[in-house]
């Protein structure tokens, strides 16, 4: 169980789940309850540690040591980074093609550093007590962790980001180069999410839920570097190809990819169009979509199925150096092969903005 005080429903719906009822005959030193209980495992938390100072985690298992673990890890569920991906009826994939950069990024950099941050921070998680169940033979384990200890060093963690994300806020505003204030700009908007990240944290630990105030104006700065990455200028190009239920060529293939892909973008922040020439754009995508049926599951015989698959070239502009390519597949169904065929360029399109939002910003990070 993890003990703290939230303000939010959802620590409040985990706070509940996580509480832990025991009952049995106490074998251990510290507080007890009628019938020598230890009182955390009926509170999930001790007076030898109040929830003020510690967070708690109890944990049960068959064997002492698992009990341990599991006490552990329930404070350790506390600090996780929660990496979300969701996966589509679509089964779409995405990949790199040959060629891939090596090179770590700054957002990666900037993540991973947070991350040693957690993981020093879980270092000092301690079980402190144990107990067994005479009656059921289950054993119990109580994990804490000191909350002032491991909230100075997210606070640390949190001042040397502040540190250099005024740093690069005054080169978005100082520099008079595009490409200079647009890589600022990435660099700057990286470092202010491992703040919120790391801040999430530092109000999970704080008993009265405080947060650590920003020494300026994030409102402000995200405003000026969203205001940056909107000069990055990119061409589209996209062709299409499709073949038809019965696999005969046709020459009726949709917009949606080019369509969707600047829609995606624009809502990046990019300039994204197709209405001018590549060598006077910062970056070029382009691709060949390809567009045709396949074969369903037994449970869907009703439905008519389209797959399309594109191979994405993104290119710097000004030196026609590519920066990356990278395969995207996507498929949908419908009654109707044409709608299906639609759907799976539609969701196509979407993955292409997203992959080459990621991949521009890291090139544009380590310029």
Known sequence: MVSYDSRTHEEDSMKRNLFVLASGLTLCAGASFAGGKPEWTVKGASSEYPREAYVTGVGLGDKEDIAKERARSEVSKFFKLQVSAKLDSAMSETNRGKGDKTERSFSTSVSDSVQTVTNGVLEGVEVVDAWKDPATKVYYALAVLEREKAKGAIEDKIKDLDGQAQEWSSQVDASSEKLGRIKAAMRLLALLKAREDLNGQYRVLDSKGRSIPSPFNQAQVKSLANKAIAQLEVYVDFQCAMKGERGETRSDCGDEVETGIIKGLTSFGFEAQTATTPAEMDIVVSGKVATGPMKGDNKTA??????????????????????????????????????????????????????????????????
Request: hydrophobic residues 30%; proline residues 0%.
């Open 302 to 367: 009703d439905w008519k199925w389209a797959r399309s698959t594109v191979t994405v070239s993104l290119k710097d502009g000004r030196t026609s150096k590519t920066i990356q390519r990278f395969d995207v597949t996507d498929r949908q169904a419908s009654g109707d092969y044409d709608e299906a065929a639609r759907r799976s360029r539609v969701k196509l399109a979407e993955k292409v903005a997203k992959s080459v939002r990621e991949y521009t910003t890291e090139y544009f990070e380590n310029q």
